[in-house]
């Protein structure tokens, strides 16, 4: 790693781990997301043969989501997390983000405390792959805001309702096409309305097996970056679960969509830390080897300059997601810090990539190089998991 780990708090079990995430990142996720970044079709990323489940299957080999639970140190658990999380995001940031989603289900499930509800969808050695389906045809970003004026109003009108019927939830309606692991989820994490009523507050969180009658998929979506992250529709036609299936209610929504947004976001910091940090690495390498007028461009004033200026990005994208991590593992999370990871470190990683292009020159701009894609991802970032301008709002309301 170019980058040297300043965190003195690292035990040398945690940076033991640290390394044998770099390693899978570099062997295994790098090289994959490279390949499925140059598929044509996106249907083509989620085939049967694809190299995707190979990242799956390693992922769960190596048990890099086993670092909590009972007994564990929570700080331990949150550095682990964040040093897997950019690990696998300087590996490749759409598949941090479909490997982070595919666990939603069983977070769900302990939370909801229910041992057969852990048992179903949270079991040791599953191989249920979660989504997170928040986002609907008509809704974006303002699902998610929820100390927005709009919250509560009734005239907004969902595309996704839950109506309880005797000891069973019919879900009728869809999510929309940027549902992370849309196209392959056995389990979705749904985010929909019980109570139209109230507006998005009258929302509840439900588990659903997504082989149930009625359930349908639209097509993965063809996107400008992360296309390794599948994404698509999920349609709901009559398809019922039991009601216990249904884990938060509408007394509890507004708060579980602040702490799921809290602990998105947080995740979102790092990873793209992760990012920031390939880019930067990345131009580093090539700068001492181009020779322009003579001399490595290492050695052109402007271009060291440039260079320090991103170093000094990273490290500051990073201290604020580590911290924030941190913060989130032993405290109620606060929604305003989660959210200034999230922004700050997705416009890091933007803001890095585009002065690595500059760097490459011409060579940036072709797609034999990898700061084109490092660029498409960043791009892709600023928008997900809450666009960056709402997520600010957001965060607004409690300064």
Sequence with gaps: MTITDIDVGLTDEERDIRDVTHKFAEEVVRPAGIELDRLADPADVVAADSVLWNVFEKHRQLGLSEFEGDGVDPIVAARIRYLVNEEIGWGDSGISVSLGVAGFPGMFAKLAGRPELVERFAAPGSKEIGCWAVTEPDHGSDSL??????????????????????????????????????????????????????????????????????????????????????????????????????????????????????????????????VARAAFEH????????????????????????????????????????????????????IEYSIASKTFCTQTAFDVASQALQIFGGNGLSREYPIEKLLRDARASMIEDGCNDILGLVGAEKL
Aim: proline share 6%; hydrophobic share 40%; aromatic share 10%.
């Design 283 to 334: 131009a580093l390498a090539y700068s001492r080897e181009r020779v322009q007028g003579g001399a490595p461009i290492f050695q052109h004033q402007n271009v060291k300059a440039k260079l320090f200026r991103m170093f000094s990005q990273v490290e500051a994208a990073r201290s604020l997601a580590r911290r924030v991590m941190l913060f989130n593992s032993t405290q109620p999370p606060q």
């Design 145 to 274: 805001a929820f100390d927005q004026p709009h919250f509560d109003d009734p005239k907004i009108r969902p595309n996704c309702i839950a109506t309880l019927d005797g000891d069973q939830y019919v879900i009728r309606g869809q999510k929309a096409a940027w549902v992370s692991n849309g196209t392959i989820a056995t389990v979705a994490t749904l985010f929909c309305t019980i109570d139209p009523s109230q507006g998005f507050k009258g929302g509840g969180v439900a588990l659903v097996p997504l082989d149930l009658p009625g359930v349908s998929r639209g097509k993965p979506l063809d996107k400008l970056g992360q296309r390794a992250l599948n994404q698509g529709e999920i349609f709901f036609d009559d398809v019922r679960i039991p009601a216990d299936y249904m884990v938060v209610g509408t007394e509890a929504y507004s708060a579980i969509v602040e702490m799921v947004l809290a602990t998105a976001n947080a995740y979102m910091g790092t990873t793209f830390v992760g």
